[in-house]
C-alpha cells in the first residue's frame, strides 16, 4: 500500500530560526513528490516539485531534497518569518495516469516572534 | 484571476438533510476533485473527476455524491447517509487528465461543514 509519512506532526520555532520537515514515502513506482503549504483556513497552495533525478529544489527562503534511494525527501526553511507559521503537506505520485497522488498528513509549523 | 471559487465558506446542516457544497473553476482544467479534512489528518480523497459527465470514486466516497455536468463546475451533494459530516472539504483541479502529479493541483479556500 502506498503511504507518505511526515515528521515532526508539529513544530514551533522562533522567528529568523531555521528547520526542516521530513517526508518518508513507500510511493511506487515513483514519479514525483510536491511539498504544499496550506495556512489555516485556506487550501494548500505548491511550493516545489522533485522528480526522480532531482536532488536539491530551492523556491526563495524554502529548498527541498530528495533522495530517491531511501525514499526520502525534506523541506528545510531558512531564516523563518511569522508568515511560515501553517501546515506543510508531502504529497507523493506514482507513475501511470490512474493512479491518485497519496497525501502525508502535514506538519504544522508555528513560528513565534 | 483565474483559480477556484468554493461556496459558502461555513455550512451547518440539520439531521437528515442533503446540503450541496459549490465549486467552480476558470482555468480551462480537464480534472477536478473532493477532498476531506479532519484535524490531525491528511487530505482524504472522496470523488474525483477527469472528465465532464465522468467521475470516480475515491477512498471515502460513502455519503456522497458529485456531478460533472460542465467543465468548470464539480458540486458535492453531502447526503443524509453520511453519519460524521462534520469536516473541512477542500476542492481543486489540474490540467490534464493525467493524475500522476506532473501538473499542481490547484485548491479552493475550502467549505467548512458543521452539523446543528
Known amino acids: 500500500k502506498n503511504q507518505v509519512e511526515q515528521s515532526p506532526q508539529s513544530l514551533i520555532i522562533l522567528e529568523g530560526k531555521n528547520c526542516t520537515l521530513q517526508?518518508?514515502?513507500?510511493?511506487?513506482?515513483?514519479?514525483?513528490l510536491r511539498w504544499y503549504k496550506q495556512d489555516t483556513g485556506r487550501g494548500p497552495v505548491s511550493l516545489t516539485i522533485?522528480?526522480?533525478?532531482?536532488n536539491t529544489k530551492s523556491n526563495g527562503r524554502y529548498t527541498a531534497t530528495l533522495d530517491a534511494d531511501t525514499k526520502q525527501s525534506s523541506l528545510h526553511i531558512t531564516a523563518s518569518q511569522l508568515s511560515d507559521s501553517a501546515s506543510y503537506i508531502c504529497?507523493?505520485?506514482?507513475?501511470?495516469?490512474?493512479?491518485?497522488?497519496?497525501f502525508g498528513r502535514g506538519t504544522s509549523l508555528i513560528v513565534h516572534p | 484571476d483565474g483559480g477556484i471559487t468554493q461556496s459558502p465558506k461555513y455550512l451547518f446542516r440539520k439531521e437528515g438533510q442533503n446540503v450541496t457544497l459549490s465549486c467552480e473553476q476558470n482555468?480551462?482544467?480537464?480534472?477536478m476533485y473532493w477532498y476531506r479534512q479532519d484535524p490531525g489528518q491528511g487530505l482524504r480523497l472522496i470523488y474525483y473527476s477527469q472528465i465532464v459527465n465522468d467521475f470516480q470514486k475515491g477512498d471515502i466516497a460513502e455519503g456522497y455524491s458529485v456531478s460533472r455536468e460542465k467543465k468548470e463546475s464539480f458540486p458535492l451533494t453531502v447526503t443524509s447517509a453520511q453519519k460524521n459530516p462534520t469536516a473541512f472539504y477542500l476542492c481543486a483541479s489540474s490540467i490534464g487528465r493525467d493524475l500522476s502529479g506532473g501538473q499542481p493541483q490547484h485548491f479552493g479556500d475550502g467549505t467548512r461543514l458543521s452539523i446543528l
Open positions: 517526508c518518508n514515502y513507500t510511493v511506487s513506482p515513483f514519479s514525483n
Open positions: 482555468l480551462n482544467h480537464d480534472a
Open positions: 522533485m522528480t526522480f533525478s532531482e
Open positions: 504529497v507523493v505520485s506514482a507513475k501511470g495516469g490512474s493512479y491518485i497522488p497519496t
